[in-house]
């Protein structure tokens, strides 16, 4: 659980109505892309034209009132858009170019943002991205993102994250400013991947804290948070070299109700389930499965016969039968031994990426429809499971 672990009493600050102005925050989304592409379902501006998409590259271009033979220092690193209408823009020299959001949100590389835009050239001759908006629109893609509303769906544990976000974020506003902006959306800084991965019960807890800041001696505490704890937090004195009243070493133990997950028995089941799906039960049915002329079967499955047969099948570069070796649930097999069956054919298609298993954080899976949703990569996937698919 993502939490602030406090030693001495803090204060829970609002703003008031009367004196509340909202601070607009500039958030880092890429600062070494070669090219971006920004996208949205209604038009927006860019370069005085109108356009649903518009790609950005910084290239190495001449200044059109150069005259006479170009130098090298007549080169100059200027941002190119192309836009939908397949025209190109060559934008001058330093120039930021700022996209006002539509009535949609502005998608870059597949996520989408509240706010506008910046993009512009940096030092390293690659560009930065700035998402530029509302403090509290921006903790809508921050609280969900640091404490999983799937996981933890207790609107005070999510109020309370959402307290330490908004507090991380005046204590550091402005970080980053040589680099154009205030705050990076990794975990260097908080974790932000905008609309698609807000949560309505995260956001409730958002707008019931709107304003509210922890501090310490009147200022904003230095709201650090991790996400996983061994049992008990270190001292910051032991960490900064430095003695902070309000971080100091608590027990941070976590208890909660077992996670009902389905699981193997052994993971025999899981190959032969694999292998199942496949349709492949002999070598033959491998070479099918993977686009390969169909072979004649090995006269054995042991590795001596099957080198051979991986040679001028699959893998022209094996090495000899003596130098092969298979991990097995039975250990390693040595090339002199007999390997089973299903362990190589599962080792084949296996090897030769038969699947591709999608990766990322659990949350949610109603067992009953058979429905997964998966956070990868910032992005929320669903996925619908037949009823006879294993679940691991």
């Given amino acids: ?78 941002i190119t858009v192309k836009l939908e209408d ?35 050239g940096n030092s390293r001759r690659t560009l930065t991205v700035v998402n530029e908006l509302p403090l509290e629109d921006y903790l809508r893609g921050v609280v969900p993102n640091e404490l999983n509303p799937a996981a933890f769906g207790q609107l005070e544990a999510l109020k309370a994250q959402a307290v330490a976000a908004r507090t991380y974020i005046h204590r550091n506003i402005g970080q980053y400013k040589k680099e154009g902006y205030d705050i990076c959306a990794t975990d260097a ?38 996400s996983t704890c061994g049992g008990r937090t270190e001292d910051a004195e032991h960490i900064f070299n430095e003695k902070v009243p309000y971080l100091v070493s608590v027990s941070c133990e976590y208890k909660h109700a077992e996670t009902a997950f389905a699981t193997s028995r052994a993971i025999p089941d899981w190959k032969d389930g694999v292998l199942a799906v496949a349709g492949v039960n002999n070598f033959s049915d ?12 090995p006269a054995s499955t042991r590795p001596a016969t099957l080198a051979a047969f991986i040679r001028k099948t699959f893998y022209p570069s094996v090495l000899t039968a003596s130098d ?35 990766q990322g954080v659990l949350q949610s899976f109603d067992a009953g429809e058979r429905r997964m949703r998966l956070l990868a990569g910032g992005q929320l996937k669903e996925f619908s499971l037949a009823p006879d698919a294993l679940v691991y």
């Fill in 189 to 226: 800084c908080q974790v932000y991947f905008g609309v698609l991965t807000e949560d309505a019960l995260a956001t409730q807890a958002v707008m019931e804290t709107r304003g509210v800041v922890a501090t310490y001696d009147g200022r904003p505490i230095n709201a650090l948070y991790s």
């Fill in 324 to 358: 092969l070796s298979f991990v097995t649930e039975q250990g390693i097999l040595t090339a002199g031994e007999v390997v089973p069956r299903s362990e190589l054919l599962f080792r084949l298609i296996d090897k030769k990426s038969a699947f591709e298993w999608q």
């Fill in 86 to 120: 397949e025209a190109t823009v060559v934008m001058p020299a330093g120039a930021r170019v700022r996209i006002e959001p539509p009535a949609s949100p502005l998608e870059v590389e597949a996520r989408a943002y509240r706010g506008a835009l910046e993009i512009f």
């Fill in 286 to 297: 491998a070479a099918r499965f993977m686009g390969l002329p169909g072979h004649d079967e």
């Fill in 1 to 78: 659980m993502r939490q602030i672990l406090l030693g001495v009493a803090l204060l829970l600050v609002p703003v008031t109505p009367q004196s509340f102005v909202e601070p607009i925050v500039r958030i880092g989304l890429t600062q070494n892309a070669a090219t971006v592409t920004v996208r949205s379902a209604e038009t927006f501006m860019v370069a005085g034209r109108m356009t649903r998409a518009a790609t950005f590259a910084a290239v190495l271009a001449v200044d059109p009132e150069t005259k006479g033979p170009v130098a090298a220092a007549d080169l100059q690193y200027r």
